[in-house]
């Protein structure tokens, strides 16, 4: 069984890289790194701007790290035909259980210590806290975490006692009590919460072999895991194993029902009803829009907020690019009385219709913050404009005329 996990690590983490490749490419790695050297300058800045004792700085806090112990799901790598095949070693695959915890501990510990990392500046301006206080915090959010993942192992079986895989009370429940006393009270009282509840967890753990497996949860859950994988790789890439599903969005109607039916209208009218109906295409645009908006409301300065605007217009439009041949594999399509010329041209209207949709609201949350730069207010405007012309009618045709001929 160690070797079966370790046989499935080595295809997990290659297709990971696969993947890893196409989205840390060239041009978002120097985004990234222009990104991220604006928000740690703007971090840097607002922590000047703050003093000790400020009543709103722990609750910050704790739900900053209560957000942290949420990262990071049990990694089993099961299949779906494990249920079948896996079933007459049942007993043996506690064994492969162990490693998958192990693997899952690993990356989770990574993700503890670096939001640590990024909160001890602030907590230490906001709070009077020692280096010892720090450490103690880090070895809290570490056994909460651990805590956490074997709670996930207990749900894999169907285990008498019930309370060991208790999701409100080992997620949630506990790590907002243990990270409050921490911050609150005292540092040790909250470690020692956190490690009272991990030994309830590992209770009864060596004998979790003499039950039987919940197979159907064991996998929903890994197929959850991966589908959310999946869909932050879909940001950046076509993902073949995401299927999408259709969903009609009714509110939407008096919006669509203005495209007249006619027959250049032929494309506009299934992107504009594709796009929308889509769940994964209209997801995808919905949580890139809100993870924007999200970003621009909490940065300040002249250059920044226009760079981040334009880097999320661009992302999403980018994402868009795919549909334009999402009825290419229908043969009906081919039928139609209509040209690529109306294709293309329907395309474009769609996507110029979405972006100034989402310029729009970034506009909004770049000049609400940034209101007395009028470079700031007048540059995203500008930008944004020029920037949306230049993406749907110069690149987009050269991008698609190079994409037909590579298909």
């Not at 329907?346 to 609400?368: C, W």
């Not at 209101?371 to 949306?388: D, K, P």
Request: aromatic content about 16%; proline content about 3%; overall charge positive.
């Amino acid at each position: 069984m160690r070797q079966l996990f370790k046989q499935r690590l080595v295809i997990h983490l290659k297709e990971m890289m696969k993947y890893l490749r196409l989205v840390f490419n060239d041009y978002f790695v120097l985004a990234l790194l222009f990104m991220i050297g604006g928000l740690g300058y703007y971090y840097s800045n607002v922590l000047k701007t703050l003093h000790t004792g400020l009543w709103w700085a722990p609750i910050v806090a704790i739900a900053i790290l209560l957000v942290s112990v949420q990262l990071g799901r049990f990694a089993t790598l099961v299949e779906d035909p494990d249920y079948v095949f896996l079933f007459p070693q049942e007993a043996a695959f506690f064994a492969y259980l162990k490693r998958a915890f192990h693997y899952s501990l690993g990356l989770a510990i990574a993700v503890q210590v670096l939001f640590w990392v990024l909160l001890m500046p602030f907590v230490q301006v906001t709070m009077q806290t020692t280096a010892t206080d720090l450490y103690l915090l880090l070895a809290t959010l570490i056994i909460l975490k651990v805590t956490w993942l074997n709670t996930d192992f207990a749900r894999k079986y169907r285990l008498n006692n019930r309370l060991l895989s208790n999701h409100f009370l080992f997620r949630f429940l506990i790590p907002v009590v243990s990270i409050s006393l921490s911050i609150y009270l005292n540092y040790w009282l909250g470690l020692a919460l956190a490690i009272v509840a991990l030994g309830i967890s590992y209770y009864s753990r060596r004998n979790w072999s003499r039950y039987p497996i919940d197979w159907k949860v064991m996998i929903d859950d890994e197929n959850s895991r991966m589908h959310t994988v999946y869909q932050f790789f879909n940001l950046f890439t076509d993902v073949p194993m995401l299927q999408g599903s259709i969903r009609r969005r009714r509110y939407l109607d008096g919006i669509l029902g203005r495209i007249k039916l006619i027959p250049k209208n032929t494309y506009l009218y299934l992107y504009a009803h594709g796009i929308i109906r889509d769940n994964e295409m209209s997801g995808l645009y919905f949580r890139l829009m809100v993870i924007g908006t999200v970003f621009l409301v909490f940065v300040k300065g002249e250059i920044l907020p226009i760079f981040l605007s334009l880097l999320f217009v661009y992302l999403i439009g980018f994402q868009l690019i795919p549909f334009y041949f999402h009825f290419s594999d229908n043969v009906f399509v081919h039928v139609y009385p209509i040209t690529d010329q109306y294709q293309m041209k329907s395309f474009q209207r769609v996507l110029l219709y979405m972006l100034s949709i989402v310029s729009l609201i970034f506009a909004i949350a770049v000049i609400a913050v940034n209101f007395s730069s009028l470079m700031t207010v007048v540059g995203v405007i500008v930008a944004e404009a020029l920037e949306i012309w230049a993406f749907v009618y110069l690149y987009i045709p050269r991008r698609l005329a190079r994409s037909e001929r590579t298909r």
